[in-house]
């Protein structure tokens, strides 16, 4: 049965349901995220600081742009940053039909929901597809190649973990002539190749909700709950556990497990 309000009335606490005014010595309130701040109006009366949620776990919308044609195609290793802030992951990413997902994107989105929030999800993501390899790095393996290999055609020997259909997209996207020998590729394309490896850029419109997999960031400020506890600091005898509380983590069953070991904390107080 819903709870509508809650009423603390001396000692305990009152629980105004359908059926009317229920009173129980402790409460725990389990009630799960709320995507806007009106859901925690009932909370928030009773003078507990809300930390405004905004969504978490979700995958960056490049819409109509052509790396979307190589949609399903995985790199082991990407480094995903996002322009103008310190957000940074090296991780698995995902070439998805409507952008960029995977392990890469998911955490950054995680770790970045306040600050991709305030930017309404509009920014530009910069792509390492080598994960940390440096500039300077690809710049020898390419010297390397050519070296060693400067009669194999360019489209047939990538010197990187790259699936054979992401380096002939790069190879477009740098309008090299890819049945070209490595021994000819110039100068211009070289260093045009090193960038798109390196830090190749995306322009993001929106999210989505990976397999409608979300958490919210925000809730319960976490400096009005006693840890030891989940017991409230402003109301007595009152208690949170999951997702209200301003707890999220990244993919992996993190915020499962911050449910179950708040809850597991919170019910074993109410018993004292
Ligand atoms: C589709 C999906 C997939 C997910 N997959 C994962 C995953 O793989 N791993 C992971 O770690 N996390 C995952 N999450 C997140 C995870 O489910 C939540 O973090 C977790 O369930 C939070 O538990 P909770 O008990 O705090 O809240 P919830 O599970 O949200 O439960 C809250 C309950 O409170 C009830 N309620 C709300 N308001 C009131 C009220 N006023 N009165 C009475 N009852 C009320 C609701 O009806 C609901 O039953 C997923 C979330 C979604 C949506």
């Given at each position: 049965e819903p709870v509508r309000e809650i009423i603390p009335v001396g000692n305990v606490i009152g629980l105004h349901l359908k059926s009317g005014l229920e009173k129980f010595s402790k409460v725990i309130v389990t009630t799960?995220?709320?995507?806007?701040?009106?859901?925690?109006?009932?909370?928030?009366?009773?003078?507990?600081?809300?930390?405004?949620?905004?969504p978490s776990l979700f995958t960056f919308n490049m819409p109509k742009n052509p790396i979307t044609k190589l949609m399903g195609?995985?790199?082991?290793?990407?480094?995903?940053?996002?322009q103008g802030s310190k957000l940074m992951q090296s991780e698995?990413?995902?070439?998805?039909?409507?952008?960029?997902?995977?392990?890469?994107v998911l955490k950054t989105s995680?770790?970045?929901?306040?600050?991709?929030?305030?930017l309404n999800y509009q920014f530009v993501a910069h792509i390492n597809w080598l994960g940390?390899?440096?500039?300077?790095?690809?710049?020898?393996?390419?010297?390397?190649?050519?070296?060693?290999?400067?009669?194999?055609?360019?489209?047939?020997?990538?010197?990187?973990?790259?699936?054979?259909?992401?380096?002939?997209f790069h190879l477009e996207q740098?309008?090299?002539?890819?049945?070209?020998?490595w021994a000819e590729l110039s100068k211009k394309h070289i260093n045009k190749l090193i960038e798109v490896l390196t830090n190749d850029q995306y322009s993001v419109s929106g999210k989505t909700t990976f397999k409608e997999e979300f958490v919210t960031a925000g809730g319960i400020d976490l400096a009005d709950v006693d840890f030891n506890t989940m017991e409230s600091r402003k109301v007595p005898g009152l208690f949170f556990a999951?997702?209200?509380?301003?707890?999220?983590?990244?993919?992996?069953?993190f915020n499962f497990q911050a449910a179950w070991t708040t809850g597991f904390i919170a019910g074993k107080h109410c018993l004292i």
């Amino acid at each position: 049965e819903p709870v509508r309000e809650i009423i603390p009335v001396g000692n305990v606490i009152g629980l105004h349901l359908k059926s009317g005014l229920e009173k129980f010595s402790k409460v725990i309130v389990t009630t799960g995220g709320q995507p806007k701040l009106d859901g925690f109006k009932w909370l928030s009366d009773l003078g507990h600081n809300i930390v405004e949620p905004v969504p978490s776990l979700f995958t960056f919308n490049m819409p109509k742009n052509p790396i979307t044609k190589l949609m399903g195609l995985s790199v082991p290793n990407a480094t995903v940053r996002v322009q103008g802030s310190k957000l940074m992951q090296s991780e698995p990413l995902l070439i998805t039909h409507w952008g960029m997902s995977g392990p890469a994107v998911l955490k950054t989105s995680a770790w970045g929901a306040r600050v991709l929030h305030e930017l309404n999800y509009q920014f530009v993501a910069h792509i390492n597809w080598l994960g940390d390899v440096k500039d300077h790095e690809v710049r020898e393996l390419i010297q390397e190649v050519q070296s060693a290999s400067p009669k194999k055609q360019i489209k047939n020997l990538c010197p990187f973990e790259l699936p054979q259909r992401l380096w002939d997209f790069h190879l477009e996207q740098c309008e090299i002539i890819s049945d070209k020998p490595w021994a000819e590729l110039s100068k211009k394309h070289i260093n045009k190749l090193i960038e798109v490896l390196t830090n190749d850029q995306y322009s993001v419109s929106g999210k989505t909700t990976f397999k409608e997999e979300f958490v919210t960031a925000g809730g319960i400020d976490l400096a009005d709950v006693d840890f030891n506890t989940m017991e409230s600091r402003k109301v007595p005898g009152l208690f949170f556990a999951g997702e209200v509380l301003n707890i999220d983590g990244v993919t992996g069953g993190f915020n499962f497990q911050a449910a179950w070991t708040t809850g597991f904390i919170a019910g074993k107080h109410c018993l004292i």
